[in-house]
């Protein structure tokens, strides 16, 4: 077995016995043992009592985090003309039509959000299977199908969290970084919380949110009071 660094090890034994506990503890302790010698991303994950499998058990959406990520979001837009020439004044990283479908085909994904035009969906769609597993296919229903690209570009580089329940009924997503105030995660946690509270499925049935768990890049998990975190 392989032998544990003191910091994984005072990590550990900081979290030990720590079980759902509030908001604010859990972002003490996750905060307090993020001594990565980089910035650490905090990340939250939710495992909810949904099948996505099913159409009226799928959780998706996107939320505004007040805080940010703190990450540098690349983002790509599908447009032609007009469109164009706004997602470029408004800070896309890369913009194209069926020149940049090429490029995605070749192998090449520099970005980290895409949005599209509803007229550029032709093209769009012939992307579905390298896109879809990356979760980047744009979507109406999170916003990156539409023909307000400005505010799309907005909305990506300034902090909104896109979440999609996977398979087996987990929601993660990075809600911020190590360097972030304890009132700063705290606040981006209940955000991103609530955003999935609200996004409920109608074929949701029993218990909707089974656990909630917070942890940084290098360091253990803790579970949060789903109570306390839902304001329940």
């Given at each position: 077995m392989?032998?544990?660094?003191k910091?994984?090890?005072?990590a550990?034994e900081?979290?030990a016995?720590k079980?759902?506990v509030?908001?604010a503890?859990?972002?003490?302790?996750?905060k307090d043992?993020a001594?990565a010698k980089?910035?650490?991303?905090?990340?939250?994950?939710?495992?909810?009592?949904?099948?996505?499998r099913?159409?009226?058990?799928?959780?998706?959406g996107?939320?505004s985090l007040?805080n940010g990520?703190?990450k540098?979001?690349r983002?790509a837009?599908?447009?032609k003309?007009?469109?164009?020439e706004?997602?470029?004044?408004?800070?896309a990283?890369?913009?194209?039509a069926?020149?940049l479908?090429?490029?995605?085909?070749?192998?090449?994904?520099?970005?980290?959000r895409?949005?599209?035009?509803?007229?550029?969906m032709g093209?769009?769609?012939?992307l579905?299977?390298?896109?879809g597993?990356?979760?980047l296919?744009?979507?109406?229903?999170?916003?990156t199908?539409?023909?307000?690209?400005?505010?799309a570009?907005?909305d990506a580089?300034?902090g909104q969290?896109?979440?999609?329940?996977?398979?087996?009924?987990?929601v993660?997503?990075?809600i911020?970084?190590?360097?972030f105030?304890?009132?700063?995660?705290?606040?981006?946690?209940?955000?991103?919380v609530?955003?999935?509270?609200k996004a409920?499925?109608?074929?949701?049935k029993?218990?909707?949110?089974k656990?909630?768990?917070?942890?940084?890049?290098m360091?253990?998990?803790?579970?949060?009071?789903?109570?306390?975190?839902?304001g329940n």
């Amino acid at each position: 077995m392989a032998k544990l660094g003191k910091r994984t090890t005072a990590a550990r034994e900081a979290f030990a016995g720590k079980e759902n506990v509030t908001v604010a503890e859990a972002v003490s302790l996750v905060k307090d043992n993020a001594k990565a010698k980089f910035d650490e991303t905090i990340e939250i994950s939710l495992v909810l009592g949904v099948d996505p499998r099913h159409a009226d058990q799928m959780v998706r959406g996107t939320v505004s985090l007040p805080n940010g990520t703190g990450k540098t979001v690349r983002v790509a837009v599908f447009a032609k003309g007009d469109k164009a020439e706004e997602a470029k004044a408004a800070g896309a990283d890369i913009v194209g039509a069926e020149d940049l479908m090429e490029t995605v085909q070749g192998g090449t994904i520099d970005f980290d959000r895409c949005i599209a035009t509803p007229d550029m969906m032709g093209v769009v769609g012939r992307l579905g299977k390298v896109l879809g597993p990356r979760n980047l296919m744009p979507n109406p229903r999170v916003g990156t199908v539409t023909m307000d690209v400005a505010q799309a570009v907005a909305d990506a580089k300034g902090g909104q969290v896109q979440f999609k329940a996977e398979k087996a009924g987990v929601v993660h997503a990075g809600i911020g970084k190590a360097s972030f105030s304890a009132e700063q995660i705290e606040q981006n946690v209940l955000a991103f919380v609530d955003a999935v509270q609200k996004a409920k499925p109608s074929g949701a049935k029993g218990t909707y949110m089974k656990k909630i768990a917070l942890t940084s890049t290098m360091g253990p998990g803790v579970s949060l009071d789903i109570a306390n975190a839902t304001g329940n």
